[in-house]
Each structure stands twice: as C-alpha cells, then as structure tokens.
C-alpha cells in the first residue's frame, strides 16, 4: 500500500479501485482452481497482494473526498462498519463451509466438474464476493469531490483524465512522473515524520489482529480439536460488534481528541489481550450460567462447552469495545492530517510500519505455535499469548511517554481551541 497510494492519487479513485479488484478476482478464481501447492501462491497469493494494497488506502482517499467536515467522522464510523460487515460474512462462513464439507471433503463445481477442497472452495466463495465488489465500482464517478464546506459536488479532474492524451506509453510515463513528485512533496513535510511516528507506535496493538488470522485458527484447532468455532469467536463477534459500536462511539465522542481516543481504545485492547494467558479452565464456573447457554448458541456448539470458549468470548467483547474507541479515529486522524489530494499517498505510506512489523509475526507466529502450542505434545498457550499481549501493551504506554513529540501542533490547537470558547 505504501508503494501504490501515491499511484492512486495520480490515477484516480474509480481507476485504481477497478483494477484492484479485477486482480483480485483473477488471483482469487486461479488459487480456487490452480490445483497445485506452488501454482497457488505463485499465480495467485503473491499477485493478489497488489490488488488487495490497492484497495486500502483508495477507500480511506474516497471517504474524505467524498465528504465534508461534518459528514466526516461518521462517513469513517461507517466505512469501518461497512468494513466489519464483510468480516462478520467471512467468520460465520469460514465455519460453516469448514464443518459442512469436513477436513477432507471436496465440492464438485457445477459445469467444470472441477473438485475443489475446503480453502479452493473458500477462495471460490471470495471470487463470486469480489465480483460483486467489481460491478459496484462501475458506478463511482470519478473526478467529483465534495467540498469542506458545503454539500455541491464539484468536478476536479484527476491526474488520470488528464494523463490519456498521447497514447498509452506516454499515459502510463505522466502518471509515474506524478507518482514521483507525490513522493518527494511528501517526504519533505516535518508533520509527516511525527505522523509516522504514531503509526509506529501502534503497532504492537495492530499485530493483535494479525495473531488472531495467523496463530489463533491453530491454537484453537489444537487446544479444543478441529473443527473449532474459532471463526465465529472471534471473526463474527468482533466484526458484529463493530457494526453496532462504531456508529455510537463516533456520535457520542465528535469532540475528543483523536489522540486521546487512540490512547484509550489501545489501552482496553491490550488489557483484554492478557485474558488468553489465563488457564483454559479460567472460566469454567460460568460454563453452566446464562452466560455459558448464551455462547453456546451463539457458536452452534455440539455437546458441552468447553471453557476456553468462554475465554475467547470474553476477549473479543472486550478487545471490540476497545477498537471501536481508537480504530476509525486512527483512519480519520490519517485523513485529516493529510494535505489535499494526497489521501491516498499518506494512507498508502501510514502502512510502513506495520509493513515491517508484518514481516516478523508470520514467522513470529509459527516460532510462538511451535514452541509454546505444538500440534503434538505438551504445551504451554500462556506463555504465546503473554508475548503478544506484551508487544500490545508498549502501544499505549510509548502514546503517554511521547505525547509532546507527537503531537505538539495539536495540543497547541486545543489550546487555541480553548481560548476562543472563553473570548465567546
């Protein structure tokens, strides 16, 4: 993303995001059907991240864009909810796909007469999603944008409509030139770096979302047995919980800072985090309650229910309420502080950092699996996730410590801010 937010910005948000998802699809339909351990990733995984890297920073360039100052904190409350409603479809369905077909079943496609097993006939569903994505797309305009002030749509044409006359080698030749002087513009603004530093800071919390895709599916498989409703646990009741949450939260706080909501939300996220280090029996008394009848509905469980998943219940109620506070600030903190027209560019390299961290908690995650929660022998799930919980919990104590370097210009503006409601 923080190579293709620049090329967004000079290509347009209607261009950009049909080619994003054109190559999504085309990866998702080769890894459904390629059939093959090495042409999978190779034809479709590796190339599937340019069009997923297109899509990131595009939807937080077109929110701003198409909004003005009031519309603004809802308009990101409801990508991000529009965002968890995708997630919610996701988690149920992952479990429901996994527990029809079983571990070693297969799908005959209708027609082709192909047969696809589990994750090809997951990565099939995703294809028919993205597909629908594609065909919405056809209906954005490009070229409009929505003033700060005011709801008249004007009409500013983007550096793609600008760049087609001349033929396609000398198109594709003014877009990069755009993309080039984007970057410096960028890398020469002092505000950029101590946004850069935020981003970096919360990262340790960020890497919890990546846990619960890498580590907790084999975790929650080895611990209660395959099969586990680890998708529903976690991948409907935090979306689910978004959904509602997000649109409250963004009504109710308007007028606290973004900062200060980030250091909040990250601070419930990483507490919660600690819950996974307690024993799997931790909450075994509330197994037989409501509650315990409650969860166990909710996850369609068979049999009895075993404590660990109240635990993971717990957990992501808690971890949701928190990333409802600080998540859609952090995108509309990005938006803001990013000049006109380079949305895309600042969201793209705002990702930098978690592009780095993202290269150790694959790796992380399989050292952490293997070590503490092997498949086979004895294991000790305390110990993994108190490591996670760790790096999560630097996040909003390095925010308090490095308040002032962060962000002196915005403490001066409350200030500012402040006086002007006196002088009234």
């Given at each position: 993303?923080?190579?293709?937010?620049?090329?967004?910005?000079?290509?347009g948000?209607r261009?950009?995001l049909l080619?994003?998802?054109?190559?999504?699809?085309?990866t998702r339909?080769?890894?459904?059907?390629?059939?093959?351990?090495l042409?999978?990733p190779?034809?479709?995984?590796?190339?599937m991240?340019l069009?997923?890297?297109?899509?990131i920073?595009v939807?937080?360039?077109?929110?701003?864009?198409?909004?003005?100052k009031?519309?603004?904190?809802?308009a990101?409350?409801?990508?991000?909810?529009?965002?968890?409603v995708?997630?919610v479809i996701?988690?149920k369905?992952?479990d429901?796909?996994?527990?029809?077909?079983g571990k070693?079943?297969?799908f005959?496609v209708?027609?082709?007469?192909?047969?696809?097993?589990?994750y090809?006939?997951?990565f099939?569903?995703?294809?028919?999603?993205?597909?629908?994505g594609l065909?919405?797309v056809?209906?954005i305009?490009?070229?409009?944008?929505?003033p700060?002030?005011?709801?008249?749509?004007?009409?500013?044409p983007t550096g793609?409509e600008?760049s087609?006359?001349g033929?396609g080698?000398?198109?594709v030749?003014?877009?990069?030139?755009?993309?080039g002087?984007?970057?410096?513009e960028?890398f020469?603004?002092?505000?950029?770096?101590?946004?850069?530093l935020?981003?970096?800071?919360?990262v340790?919390?960020r890497?919890?979302?990546?846990?619960?895709?890498y580590?907790?599916?084999?975790?929650?498989?080895r611990?209660?047995?395959?099969?586990s409703?680890?998708g529903?646990?976690?991948?409907?009741?935090?979306?689910?919980?978004?959904?509602f949450?997000?649109?409250?939260?963004?009504?109710l706080?308007?007028?606290?800072?973004?900062?200060?909501?980030?250091?909040?939300?990250?601070?419930?996220?990483?507490g919660?985090?600690?819950?996974?280090v307690?024993?799997?029996?931790?909450?075994?008394?509330?197994?037989?309650?409501?509650?315990?009848?409650?969860?166990k509905?909710?996850l369609?469980?068979?049999g009895?229910?075993a404590?660990?998943y109240?635990?993971?219940?717990?957990?992501?109620?808690?971890?949701?309420i928190?990333?409802a506070i600080?998540?859609?600030?952090?995108?509309?903190?990005?938006?803001s502080v990013?000049?006109?027209?380079?949305?895309s560019?600042?969201?793209?390299?705002s990702?930098?950092?978690?592009?780095v961290?993202k290269l150790?908690?694959?790796?992380?995650?399989g050292?952490?699996?293997?070590r503490?929660?092997?498949a086979e022998?004895?294991?000790?799930?305390?110990?993994?996730?108190?490591?996670?919980?760790?790096?999560?919990?630097?996040?909003?104590?390095l925010m308090?410590i490095l308040?002032?370097v962060i962000?002196?210009?915005?403490?001066?503006?409350?200030?500012?801010?402040?006086?002007?409601e006196?002088?009234?």
């Open positions: 993303p923080f190579l293709v937010g620049a090329l967004s910005d000079a290509m948000i261009r950009t080619i994003a998802f054109a190559i999504c699809l085309g339909l080769v890894i459904a059907f390629a059939g093959h351990p042409l999978a190779a034809l479709g995984l590796i190339p991240t069009g997923v890297a297109m899509t920073p939807m937080v360039a077109a929110a701003r864009r198409y909004t003005n009031a519309q603004r904190s809802m990101f409350a409801l990508l991000y909810v529009l965002m968890n995708g997630f996701a988690g369905l992952f429901v796909v996994r527990n029809f077909m070693d079943g297969t005959r209708p027609l082709l007469g192909s047969e696809l097993s589990v090809e006939t997951i099939l569903i995703s294809a028919a999603f993205t597909l629908v065909l919405a056809l209906a305009r490009d070229g409009v944008e929505m700060d002030e005011g709801d008249t749509l004007i009409h500013q793609a600008g087609t006359e033929g080698l000398r198109a030749g003014a877009v990069m030139a755009k993309t002087r984007i970057f410096a960028v020469r603004e002092s505000a950029f770096y101590r946004f850069l935020l981003l970096t800071v919360v340790g919390v890497l919890v979302f990546y846990h619960m895709h580590t907790l599916g084999p975790y929650a498989d611990e209660l047995g395959y099969g409703r680890f529903t646990a976690w991948g409907v009741l935090n979306p689910l919980m978004i959904v949450l997000t649109p409250i939260v963004g009504a706080a308007q007028k606290i800072s973004s900062y200060r909501m980030i250091i909040v939300g990250t601070t419930i996220c990483a919660s985090t600690f819950l996974l307690l024993p799997n029996n931790a909450f075994v008394g509330l197994v037989d309650t409501w509650l315990g009848g409650a969860i509905s909710f369609s469980v068979d009895d229910l404590p660990l109240v635990t993971l219940i717990i957990f992501a109620f808690l971890f949701s928190g990333e600080w998540s859609p600030r952090l995108y509309e903190y990005t938006a990013a000049p006109k027209g380079r949305e560019t600042y969201m793209g390299l990702l930098l950092p978690l592009f961290a150790t908690v694959g790796p992380l995650s050292f952490l699996l293997g503490y929660c092997p022998g004895t294991r000790n799930s305390a110990m993994l996730w108190l490591v996670v919980a760790t790096m999560a919990a630097i996040s909003p104590v308090l308040k002032n962000r002196p210009h915005s403490r001066q503006e409350e200030e500012d801010s402040a006086s002007k006196v002088s009234r």
